[in-house]
């Protein structure tokens, strides 16, 4: 036909194969919301550290502190500019970053300062 030649591809096989991927199981009950605000948290004996919040979440909160060791029992979180206090707890500590868990439900910190 007006001089085309008929090509004939070879066709390779290539067996697939399936490559399962193991990712990590995700315990959290509550997803996270990144933010980047700042805080204070007030421990039992009255001391204040300012850190950043991280992230939120329904259930907890990631902060960074200059000395997240110095956390320990229960402590209140205060986002000021979010209007909000809750009652915390160390869960973990990766480098300057805290994982906190709420103890109680947050409140409005204005109603709390009164």
């Not at 200059?66 to 979010?82: A, K, V």
Request: aromatic share 6%; charged share 35%.
């Amino acid at each position: 036909m007006y001089g085309c030649r008929s090509r004939v591809l070879n066709r390779i096989e290539i067996p697939r194969r399936t490559l399962a991927i193991e990712r990590p199981r995700d315990l959290r009950k509550f997803g996270r919301r990144p933010v980047f605000k700042a805080a204070v948290i007030e421990l039992h004996d009255g001391q204040r550290l300012s850190g950043t919040v991280l992230d939120l979440s329904e259930g907890g909160a990631r902060i960074k502190l200059p000395e997240p060791e110095r956390l320990n029992g229960e402590f209140y979180l205060e986002i000021p500019g979010d209007d909000l206090i809750v009652k915390c707890r160390l869960i973990r500590i990766d480098d300057a970053i805290a994982g906190l868990s709420y103890v109680r439900p947050p409140r409005r910190l204005s109603w709390v300062r009164k």
